[in-house]
């Protein structure tokens, strides 16, 4: 049976709690005492049932808001009545006005409750939903996890990774993409040390279901090239992006192999993860993958079979951060390592490097833009690391200004044919 819910015998309830412990909160408490006027605002079916988890100062989550941000992103803005504003990304690319539609569908839910119950609202959202999981709401709860850590930190005034038992690192790997050497080399100037690049493409044409000698050859020799560029410290993986038949992909691994990749990401598409077990165990490269792959529940088939060894979770596909944070602890138990995927923008390298803070497992964090022209004080390499972000909850600030010509954007997803039939083949 559904229970009633009364705003007002919860207001009442709130504010004597809220005077008790005023005097021991000091600098958060007097952040937190001027929203105290706007949460009359609050609709009855938006309210906390009773049982919820307790806070001690008033603090209500007041509307979400989307926008499209170029190249392909979409941020969110959790606002609240205390005047803390959270950050996230809730996006699948190519589905930006999808996911600002489902982000749209949680608002209800939201409104009015407390922020600070994170993984209280991670259950509601997802399990509540009945149909659970897949890109597009596992996104939208990313992005919405996320927002709700960033106020949680700076309602606290810490770092998210003080409130995970971090940090567990002082300093932060991240690579950089680079598809020739000359890329690798650009990137070792800029401060990287770590890389990631694709398959070459023989005659500029994606590779077929069982490829030929000449297009096997010109994986290893094009690979080779970046190794000597990057030098044997240098490390290189190389992302087959899902788009390679399972043939070939072994084809490429066995020639790949001299020289020694990083790892082999997504060597084949992972709805079979039983194919992708088959090609780890044909090869003593580590595999990894995990940008397509939702929640707990999806990384444990990935390593129960022994699909990968190093999972990728994307913090804005996966769950967020609550969820990434106990993909690392699965993951830890079968001495894998998390290097999380990020094609995205500043917020989702921000959550990411929360959660490098917070685990022992961690490899590498990529990254795509470090958030020059998006956020205030963007990140700087310096021999391979960032460092340790130290600002309150996700750690950043947007920069609005920089943004402004910026904001909308329609970008789709590539089309892509084999160039013999026309067919449509993966990119
Ligand atoms: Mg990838």
């Given at each position: 049976m559904k229970k009633e819910f009364n705003p007002q015998k919860n207001e009442i309830r709130r504010r004597s709690v809220l005077t008790g412990a005023a005097g021991l909160l000091g600098l958060g408490a007097a952040r937190l005492a001027a929203p105290k006027m706007a949460v009359g605002a609050v609709s009855p079916q938006a309210g906390t049932p009773a049982k919820r988890p307790a806070a001690k100062e008033i603090i209500k989550i007041t509307k979400l808001e989307t926008f499209l941000v170029k190249p392909r992103w979409l941020f969110l803005k959790v606002h609240t009545s205390a005047g803390i504003m959270g950050l996230g990304e809730p996006i699948t690319e190519g589905r930006a006005k999808t996911c600002a539609e489902a982000v749209k569908e949680v608002e209800p839910y939201l409104v009015g409750k407390d922020p600070r119950a994170v993984a209280h609202h991670w259950q509601a959202i997802y399990r509540h939903a009945f149909y659970r999981g897949g890109p597009i709401l596992t996104s939208a709860l990313s992005g919405i996890d996320q927002a709700l850590w960033d106020i949680k930190g700076?309602?606290?005034?810490?770092?998210?990774?003080?409130?995970?038992?971090?940090?567990?690192?002082?300093?932060?790997?991240?690579?950089?993409?680079?598809?020739?050497?000359?890329?690798?080399?650009?990137?070792?100037?800029?401060?990287?040390?770590?890389?990631?690049?694709?398959?070459?493409?023989?005659?500029?044409?994606?590779?077929?279901?069982?490829?030929?000698?000449?297009?096997?050859?010109?994986?290893?020799?094009?690979?080779?090239?970046?190794?000597?560029?990057?030098?044997?410290?240098?490390?290189?993986?190389?992302?087959?992006?899902?788009?390679?038949?399972?043939?070939?992909?072994?084809?490429?691994?066995?020639?790949?192999?001299?020289?020694?990749?990083?790892f082999v990401e997504e060597p084949v598409n992972c709805q079979n993860v039983e194919a992708m077990a088959d090609i780890a165990r044909g090869t003593h490269l580590p595999i990894a993958t995990g940008e397509r792959i939702f929640t707990k529940w999806g990384f444990r088939e990935i390593l129960e079979k022994g699909a990968a060894t190093i999972l990728q979770p994307d913090l804005c596909h996966a769950g967020g951060i609550t969820e990434v944070r106990l993909i690392a602890g699965m993951a830890e138990a079968y001495y894998a390592a998390m290097a999380p995927h990020n094609p995205l923008g500043p917020i989702s390298l921000a959550a990411g490097l929360q959660i490098a803070a917070s685990i022992p497992n961690f490899l590498c964090q990529e990254q795509v833009s470090m958030g020059d022209g998006y956020i205030k004080n963007p990140f700087k390499v310096k021999d391979g690391y960032v460092d340790l972000p130290t600002g309150p909850g996700l750690g950043i600030e947007l920069d609005e200004n920089a943004m402004a010509d910026k904001i909308g954007h329609d970008w789709r997803n590539q089309e892509s044919y084999d160039a013999d039939d026309g067919s449509v083949v993966d990119w």
């Open positions: 700076k309602a606290l005034d810490v770092p998210v990774y003080e409130l995970l038992g971090g940090p567990t690192r002082q300093r932060i790997r991240v690579y950089s993409h680079a598809r020739t050497p000359e890329g690798i080399k650009q990137a070792r100037a800029q401060g990287f040390t770590a890389f990631k690049t694709g398959p070459a493409k023989y005659k500029n044409r994606f590779s077929r279901i069982v490829d030929n000698k000449a297009y096997i050859d010109n994986v290893a020799v094009q690979f080779a090239a970046l190794r000597e560029a990057a030098g044997p410290e240098g490390d290189i993986g190389i992302d087959f992006h899902g788009a390679v038949p399972p043939q070939t992909a072994k084809l490429m691994i066995k020639v790949l192999e001299p020289y020694q990749p990083f």
